[in-house]
């Protein structure tokens, strides 16, 4: 088992920044491909980025520039720093480990409670 725990989400003006960490408890964390997603009202949940062990990433079309998903395995943690925000990229993110298909699918095996962001225009 894998618990995963979201933080750092707020409100922010449009153009600002915020950083979320999802903290990792239970199995070794290097050894899971880890992502962010998001999901905003009345809209399905939507792929952000990904992480590998080794330092491979992917993004979102929309997020590459902005957004950049870092881990640290020391400390069990993944951090998705996010600039320039738009009021459309209001949503909850949620961290997740182990994707059990391709690892933009949404389909992992453990995710965290989500933390809320809402940019203001």
């Known amino acids: 088992q894998v618990q995963l725990v979201e933080s750092g989400g707020g409100l922010v003006q449009a153009g600002g920044s915020l950083r979320l960490s999802c903290a990792a408890s239970?199995?070794?964390?290097?050894?899971?491909?880890m992502g962010w997603f998001r999901q905003a009202p009345g809209k399905q949940r939507e792929f952000v980025a990904a992480s590998w062990s080794g330092g491979r990433t992917y993004y979102a079309k929309s997020m590459k520039g902005r957004f950049t998903i870092s881990r640290d395995n020391a400390k069990n943690t993944l951090y998705l720093q996010m600039n320039s925000l738009k009021p459309e990229d209001t949503a909850k993110y949620y961290c997740?480990?182990?994707?059990?298909?391709?690892?933009?699918?949404?389909?992992?095996?453990?995710w965290g409670q989500g933390t809320q962001v809402t940019v203001s225009s």
């Open positions: 997740a480990a182990d994707p059990l298909t391709s690892y933009d699918s949404g389909d992992y095996n453990y």
């Open positions: 239970g199995r070794t964390f290097s050894n899971y491909v």
